[in-house]
């Protein structure tokens, strides 16, 4: 099977419909939430993940949406975004956002948002911290998100190697555990701009990275046409 693993679309369609295009034929879509929140498009990604038949988990922007979650942990822009999300919002995308899972087990993965531990909240940006997480993951492989960073953190004779991705990099994983990231959709945070996913192939037990242009400056119009803030969209030119 030929998985697309997606992560932090974050209301950006341009950067989603880029990746799915990219990834051409497969078997099914797995999203580690953060589907809404800073971009402009939160109903179209929703609908277009429901008409791919996406499975998945929810992240801190998802659950704030769908006002389960409060907003008052965000920052200045990213509770603008969010007061503008809530009230563009369809009820139907609300009760989707709303019903998604917090961890979701699928085969020999789990997928959550943040982490195992913390599904919702916790960062996994260090070794330590992901050791903690395989700890406490009940499969072999645990795909998250939430950093919009790409990494993989490989377990190996109890040990835990980190595995800094680039564009069509391929992890062989020969059966090992690992906590992989395939990096943000709409927001990446790693110093490129294009869109970042991942594929996992069951059969030949796999991942590998990829990166994808899409029309930056069409999502930035977008934003500031519905009066997101400005910060929110330049960040998207530099990938940070
Ligand atoms: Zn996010």
Aim: charged share 20%.
């Amino acid at each position: 099977m030929r998985i697309a693993v997606i992560s932090d679309i974050h209301a950006n369609l341009s950067a989603l419909e880029a990746v799915l295009a990219a990834a051409g034929e497969v078997d099914a879509v797995w999203h580690l939430g953060d589907i809404v929140g800073y971009g402009p498009e939160p109903d179209a990604v929703v609908a277009r993940l429901r008409e791919v038949g996406a499975v998945g988990v929810q992240g801190n922007h998802d659950a704030a949406a769908a006002e389960v979650l409060g907003i008052e942990w965000f920052n200045r822009d990213a509770r603008r975004a969010m007061e503008w999300t809530r009230a563009v919002i369809a009820p139907e995308t609300r009760s989707w956002l709303a019903a998604l899972p917090v961890t979701l087990t699928d085969g020999d993965a789990t997928l959550v948002h943040g982490s195992l531990r913390d599904p919702i909240w916790e960062y996994v940006t260090s070794a330590p911290v992901a050791r903690a997480s395989l700890a406490a993951l009940g499969s072999r492989l645990g795909f998250n998100g939430h950093t919009h960073i790409p990494i993989a953190y490989v377990e190996e004779d109890g040990a835990v190697e980190v595995v800094g991705p680039g564009d069509g990099s391929v992890l062989e994983l020969r059966g090992r555990r690992a906590l992989v990231n395939p990096g943000g959709v709409g927001q990446p945070r790693d110093g490129d701009p294009r869109a970042a996913y991942l594929v996992l192939d069951t059969t030949a037990d796999t991942v590998t990275w990829h990166r994808v242009e899409y029309d930056i400056e069409s999502v930035q119009a977008a934003m500031r046409a519905v009066g997101l803030p400005g910060r929110l969209a330049a960040r998207l030119a530099v990938g940070h």
